[in-house]
């Protein structure tokens, strides 16, 4: 790489990190075997000298010395997953019992939760509890939940349990606690239709009912968080072409930079310009019992896979989704990946094309691929690299039948079919490199804490809108995310043409110029050119908040900056030579300042929106004086970001 600081080392091994994370994996391993066999000669003049991703598939299954270790080590590959057990969720049910006699509800609920989701498909093993566990297991934990008074997850689960099964007695008792649950939730006519149903299964077993009765005449009131995440609308109008942006923004192509955002028109701090739910996305391993496997709204009362016991799904409704598109190819397998060290931009290599049937990744295949994937950059080993990672995820798709409605195919060299899906996932790998996001929810010890706030990444995603926008250390937007909804708002004004620039990790209010400039050139293998580093702004580290103000002259033709402070507020600027007064633009300065202090003040009291509004004022307002660098505005930007975040994935530790 021509980047002056690019440094080959640090470049080769954050590539390798986009494919294996996790140093105990054995892909590398695998790797590197093959790199060693094939041989230097061969990986740089053979191999490295291809031009195309089905060249590079190709040539790992005709070179001889290549195709048989490939062959060999892929015909391994077998399913590998946490099955369910009925033993485990019958011992953990015994143990929320005794809990739940003790008061521990809080560990009551984490452990019937295991015992839902190691539960085996109801009449799967007769040995263990006649064959009704996920029964007995939904049953259980819809009685933890009515001590948390949680009634909405509660009924949920009496409502499984009465599908999968329960006895008479026991569905008495499930119609008698799900009026219970309607009263918490305050549906007293669902309440009413419960009770009737109830009394009605009773007859004239009286003394039943009499054990009952504390659920009628009991006083229930549901304890319930409320969701306060909201998707924004759209600063003006839904552009033609790219439907989850604004009108505000534009796409041009340069040479140099590829295509990206410019401003259409005039933007504003708070304007909303892209809100967009991801083409493709794949939760953090490390979030799969903290979140749900498919929305990845954080675990309450989860329901499992009907199958395999490594996931876990925040409602029914996430599962069959799931289920029905790609859980289905990876459920069996999904064990071996995470074994194969392999980072979660793999996963989502995998995850685009397990998405769809195998129809619909043939007709993409035929489609132009749009995303950038720097593959003038690319070494051969790199590439070579990635060839195999795509080789392993098309064993995986061969041994889970996603080619089942396809030709067909014993070999152990794909098909002409599944080449091109083999191609497809290669450029998967090489693409999403650079084009991926992470999704992010904002940690507070209590609530409202935004001062003490760390952000948690809990997924990876690809929003095909939001890849277009470039980076830069001053960054003109952020985002949070809703969900899996990515949400990009303005942090600063624009004019029409201005670059949209979005950050990729470092800012400058926080990392050096040196320290970014080899992190970008590493991982994203480019030189930023932005104003902050062609100037090299200072950080808040060195010096960023004693930077000197400056006013823009009055005169709108003139590019003149007077540096305060002011010898007198009338003066002859000695660029345009033209007689200025300073005495509105120091009013409005003053009134850029008290507005921050404000806003600070409404964060400390909770009161993030009205913040919101006077932030987004004084930064349109400083920006039209003055000019970045200034340390107290670049604060306020940061506090913008948080409170823009705090609208989005939000989790709150101590709720007390």
């Known amino acids: 790489m021509s980047n002056k600081f690019a440094d080959k080392d640090y ?11 996790d140093e105990k994996g054995f892909f590398l391993q695998f790797s590197d075997h093959v790199s060693e066999i094939a041989g230097e000669k061969w990986i740089r003049n053979t191999f490295g000298k291809l031009k195309s991703d089905r060249e590079r598939i190709g040539a790992i299954y005709s070179y001889k010395p290549v195709k048989e270790i490939v062959c060999e080590t892929l015909g391994h590959v077998q399913e590998v997953y946490r099955k369910k057990s009925a033993e485990i969720s019958h011992k953990r049910r015994l143990e929320v019992e005794k809990l739940l006699e003790k008061g521990e509800n809080d560990k009551a609920l984490l452990l019937a939760c295991q015992s839902v989701l190691r539960a085996p498909p109801t009449g799967e093993n007769h040995k263990v509890d006649d064959g009704f566990t996920l029964s007995l297991a939904y049953w259980t934990r819809a009685a933890v939940l009515m001590e948390l008074k949680k009634y909405s997850w509660a009924l949920l689960d009496l409502q499984a349990a009465l599908k999968e099964g329960v006895s008479d007695d026991m569905k008495v008792e499930a119609f008698v606690k799900m009026g219970a649950c309607y009263k918490g939730m305050n549906e007293p006519n669902r309440a009413k239709i419960s009770f009737a149903l109830a009394e009605k299964m009773l007859a004239v077993d009286s003394v039943k009912w009499k054990k009952l009765e504390r659920y009628r005449v009991g006083d229930f009131q549901e304890v319930r968080d ?45 304007d909303t310009l892209v809100v967009e739910a991801p083409s493709v996305a794949c939760l953090l391993p490390e979030c799969f019992a903290t979140h749900c496997h498919h929305c990845f709204d954080r675990l309450e009362s989860p329901v499992g896979c009907t199958d395999c016991a490594s996931i876990a799904f925040c409602k029914s409704e996430c599962r ?42 043939l007709s993409q295949y035929e489609e132009s691929r749009p995303f950038c994937t720097n593959a003038h950059l690319r070494p051969p080993e790199d590439f070579l690299q990635r060839t195999l990672m795509a080789a392993f995820l098309l064993r995986c798709l061969q041994k889970t039948n996603y080619f089942i409605d396809g030709e067909g ?32 929810e904002t940690r507070y010890e209590q609530e409202n804490e935004l001062e003490n706030a760390k952000i948690g990444y809990i997924a990876v995603a690809l929003y095909p809108t939001v890849a277009l926008f470039n980076h830069e250390c001053y960054p003109a937007v952020t985002r949070h995310f809703v969900g899996r909804s990515i949400v990009i708002t303005a942090v600063r004004p624009l004019k029409l043409g201005d670059v949209i620039a979005e950050n990729y990790g470092p800012i400058f209010t926080r990392k ?10 590493s991982r994203y293998w480019f030189e930023c050119k932005c104003e902050a580093c062609s100037q090299d702004w200072p950080s808040f580290e060195t010096g960023l908040e004693t930077i000197t103000n400056r006013l823009r002259c009055p005169n709108d033709k003139c590019t003149n900056f007077f540096t305060l402070p002011l010898s007198n507020e009338k003066l002859r ?15 409005s300065l003053k009134e850029v300042q008290k507005n921050y202090g404000d806003a600070h003040d409404l964060v400390k009291e909770g009161k ?24 107290t505005t670049h604060v306020a930007q940061e506090v913008l970001r948080a409170c823009l975040a705090h609208r989005g994935n939000v989790y709150v530790k101590s709720k007390s």
């Open 320 to 361: 069959d989704a799931a289920l029905e598109t790609y859980h289905k190819y990876e459920c069996h397998i999904l064990d071996l990946l995470i074994g194969s060290g392999m980072s979660v931009l793999c996963h989502m290599a995998l995850r685009m094309v397990s998405q769809t049937t195998l129809k619909e990744s």
């Open 409 to 440: 195919n014993d070999d152990d060299v794909p098909n002409e079919e599944e080449q091109k899906i083999g191609e497809l996932l290669l450029y998967n790998l090489e693409m999403l490199q650079f084009n991926a996001h992470e999704i992010y």
């Open 226 to 270: 409320v969701d306060r995440r909201v998707l924004p609308p759209l600063a003006e109008e839904r552009h033609a072409t790219f439907t989850n942006a604004s009108t505000k923004i534009d796409v041009k192509q340069d040479i140099g930079k590829g295509r990206f955002a410019v401003a259409r028109s005039e933007i504003h701090a708070g």
């Open 608 to 631: 993030t929106d009205e913040a919101t509004v006077l932030l987004c004022d004084g930064i349109n307002t400083f920006h039209l004086i003055s000019r970045p660098p200034h340390g």
């Open 512 to 521: 050096p110029l040196i320290s970014r400039q080899k992190a970008l050139s």
């Open 573 to 587: 600027c000695p660029r345009c030579k033209k007689n200025v007064s300073m005495v509105d633009f120091l009013e």
């Open 11 to 21: 470049f080769l091994r954050c590539s390798e990190k986009t494919l294996q994370t």
